[in-house]
């Protein structure tokens, strides 16, 4: 059986479960949600560790240079903060959800501000 099935089983059952303790103690339904997110990002970050290793030999074919490290950055940022936030919502804490999606678009801004520079500098070249 695949990873993905059984990661597709495991959270299935855990839902199943959650809402059935949902009358009685809802908070472990929360505990029970938040466990199986870990788990699947703890596995997600195992995986990736791979598809860096392809994006770097992507790298050294499209000749990137330095935009790469930029790339993962921001990848990395929007899932780490998409993740979070998501969580923040399925707890009931929908504010902080958006206080961290905005933090997030905010970092990915900074982050790229670099590949903004190089692109205007290119336009302005092409413009002369």
Known sequence: MTDIVKLGILSVSIVLVAIQFRTIKPEYGIYMTIGVAIIIL?????????IIDGIYILQDYLQMGDYMPILL?????????EFASDICRDTGYGAIANQIQIFGKLSVLAVSIPIFEILCKTVSGLLR
């Open 42 to 50: 703890s596995y997600s970050l195992s995986v990736i560790g791979n």
């Open 73 to 81: 950055r921001i990848i990395g940022i929007s899932y780490i903060s």
